[in-house]
């Protein structure tokens, strides 16, 4: 569900009610006087929430779905629970998109340093430290002995936990952060997800109301940033080195002790599994998985699930024994040598 820490719910409403004030009554479901009380992801949603099925890559997590109500696809009707009422449209994304702006207005959103009276006065812990021209939001909380530098800002509802180290010139929004975290100067967290609708035509905006959850130890490398999920949340693990100037986007789920280079970029909904190494200015193509103990070298590109204990290199990324293999072929052909 939503964090209404960061995202005000304007709800709850019926079903029929939310339909009716988008002007979609063809699209009533059977039960219209089912309440809303929320939006989030398949797999978490309860009988009171409304969810989203647009693609088959969902098919498992729709067949397992305790939503109250889901947007869907047509040709995903036939794996929707019984126990679930069905809102049928050929665009679910743009159908979801509205109701998610219905239900957490643009205007009620938490920004950075937003004025949420309801959070009430930030939380301090002792021996916190706070530099010079730093701004902390309504409803923060700091915990014993963190350090804040210089300007930086921490929004509206976000908590930092004990003996952290916050750089200057930071930006925090939308986040939860655990004990023993460092975080360089410049680093920027909880910011919007690059999610958009009709791209390249009306690039209409997602909403993303999720969040930015980081475990214990992690530590951000300067001018790092990290988008908040759009509904669920992106994660980052315990033990977990991220260097500077690396991108994770919306929804990334990030394991234990992993690496991640400078110049990195992770497109939304890449899932690293615990211990992988990312040389410098890997990419991810996003909605894929890299396996556990994997080790992805230098510039390659990453465009499909690996299992735990690969060895990728290149673009787009492969084996690495192919890797090296096709470029000495390669070679070969170059020198006139043709016994390949």
């Not at 920004?111 to 701004?135: C, F, K, Q, T």
């Not at 909380?141 to 300007?151: K, Q, V, W």
């Not at 990195?264 to 991810?284: I, M, N, P, Q, Y």
């Amino acid at each position: 569900m939503v964090d209404t820490r960061f995202h005000r719910f304007a709800g709850p409403f019926t079903i029929g009610a939310i339909l009716s004030s988008l002007g979609r009554g063809d699209l009533l479901p059977p039960s219209l006087d089912l309440m809303i009380e929320g939006a989030t992801d398949l797999d978490l949603a309860s009988s009171s929430e409304i969810a989203l099925a647009a693609h088959t890559d969902y098919v498992e997590q729709l067949k397992a779905t305790s939503a109250g109500v889901v947007v869907i696809l047509p040709a995903l009707l036939e794996h929707l629970p019984k126990s679930s009422a069905p809102i049928v449209t050929d665009k679910p994304h743009h159908l979801f998109a509205d109701i998610l702006d219905l239900l957490y207005p643009d205007s009620t959103r938490s920004v950075i340093a937003s004025n949420r009276e309801d959070l009430g006065a930030p939380i301090l812990e002792r021996d916190v430290s706070i530099g010079s021209n730093v701004v902390v939001g309504a409803g923060v909380e700091i915990g014993r002995g963190t350090i804040i530098g210089a300007n930086t800002v921490i929004g509206a509802g976000v908590t930092i936990g004990r003996n952290c180290i916050i750089g200057a010139n930071c930006t925090i929004d939308c986040s939860h952060i655990g004990n023993e975290v460092v975080i360089h100067s410049g680093v920027r967290i909880g910011t919007e997800g690059f999610g958009w609708l009709d791209f390249g035509r009306a690039n209409r905006k997602v909403p993303q109301l999720g969040r930015v959850l980081i475990q214990d130890g992690v530590e951000i490398g300067a001018n790092s940033t990290i988008d908040r999920g759009a509904l669920g949340d992106t994660m980052i693990g315990e033990g977990t080195k991220i260097d500077n100037l690396v991108q994770i986007g919306h929804n990334c789920r990030i394991g234990r002790n992993c690496l991640v280079a400078a110049m990195s970029g992770l497109s939304g909904t890449t899932v690293l599994e615990d211990g992988v190494l990312l040389g410098g200015g890997v990419g991810t193509s996003g909605h894929l998985t890299i396996g556990a103990g994997s080790v992805v070298h230098g510039r390659a590109a990453v465009t499909k699930d690996w299992p735990a204990g690969s060895k990728l290199a290149g673009a787009p990324a492969q084996d690495i024994r192919d890797f090296w293999r096709e470029l000495a072929t390669t070679r070969k052909l170059a020198k006139g040598d043709k016994r390949g």
